[in-house]
T-cell receptor, first 110, second 116 residues
Framework: QKEVEQNSGPLSVPEGAIASLNCTYSDRGSQSFFWYRQYSGKSPELIMFIYSNGDKEDGRFTAQLNKASQYVSLLIRDSQPSDSATYLC??????????FGQGTELSVKP | GEEVAQTPKHLVRGEGQKAKLYCAPIKGHSYVFWYQQVLKNEFKFLISFQNENVFDETGMPKERFSAKCLPNSPCSLEIQATKLEDSAVYFCASSSEAAGVAQPQHFGDGTRLSIL
């Protein structure tokens, strides 16, 4: 079992819809979780991080963390074509290194 | 500076040659992390530094890879005797803390290494 698992997609949603990206992790002791967006050929760009159970909202983005279920999600409201990218879920491992999932490719259709 | 600066953007080497990549962290950040992205999305941690000291080298291949962060110089990642499998994008990230839950890592634009 991989430490961080994501559906690789592609996930296709129409413009204006809610995109839901999911991530599960295996180490129950993990404390902090990060969502990065990566456009093709570019570097990962931090969207949000979360370390408390519950929801955290920032503009059109909401991160959700459920430590009991070992589950992290990212919701994107009012999806735009410019949101089309690969979304990487990562957790902070031992000594602070990031452990990434394989990424979910999101396509927002106009 | 305000961004993690990586050079060069693209590096082409023949198999067996040496490759050296550079990274300048965000000013004030004392932690530097190196990651390798092979294929499209698989990130692999290589090594991290706290200032000029190795912090975690558990991901570093022992034989051909080395890295340094010297005072007043960009950090460097060097690969000796490159192999085709070393072709990847190498990302550097920096942060003000390593293990703090609320301290994210900020990534540079990466160096695309192509081994021919």
């Amino acid at each position: 079992q991989k430490e961080v698992e994501q559906n690789s997609g592609p996930l296709s949603v129409p413009e204006g819809a809610i995109a839901s990206l999911n991530c599960t992790y295996s180490d129950r002791g993990s404390q902090s979780f990060f969502w990065y967006r990566q456009y093709s050929g570019k570097s990962p760009e931090l969207i949000m991080f979360i370390y408390s159970n519950g929801d955290k909202e920032d503009g059109r983005f909401t991160a959700q963390l459920n430590k009991a279920s070992q589950y992290v999600s990212l919701l994107i409201r009012d999806s735009q074509p410019s949101d089309s990218a690969t979304y990487l879920c990562a957790l902070k491992g031992v000594w602070g290194k990031l452990i990434f999932g394989q990424g979910t490719e999101l396509s927002v259709k106009p | 500076g305000e961004e993690v600066a990586q050079t060069p953007k693209h590096l082409v080497r023949g198999e067996g040659q040496k490759a050296k990549l550079y990274c300048a962290p965000i000013k004030g950040h004392s932690y530097v992390f190196w990651y390798q992205q092979v294929l499209k999305n698989e990130f692999k941690f290589l090594i991290s530094f706290q200032n000029e000291n190795v912090f975690d080298e558990t991901g570093m291949p022992k034989e051909r890879f080395s890295a340094k962060c010297l005072p007043n110089s960009p950090c460097s990642l060097e690969i000796q005797a490159t192999k085709l499998e070393d072709s990847a994008v190498y990302f550097c990230a920096s942060s003000s803390e390593a293990a703090g839950v609320a301290q994210p890592q900020h990534f540079g634009d990466g160096t695309r290494l192509s081994i021919l």
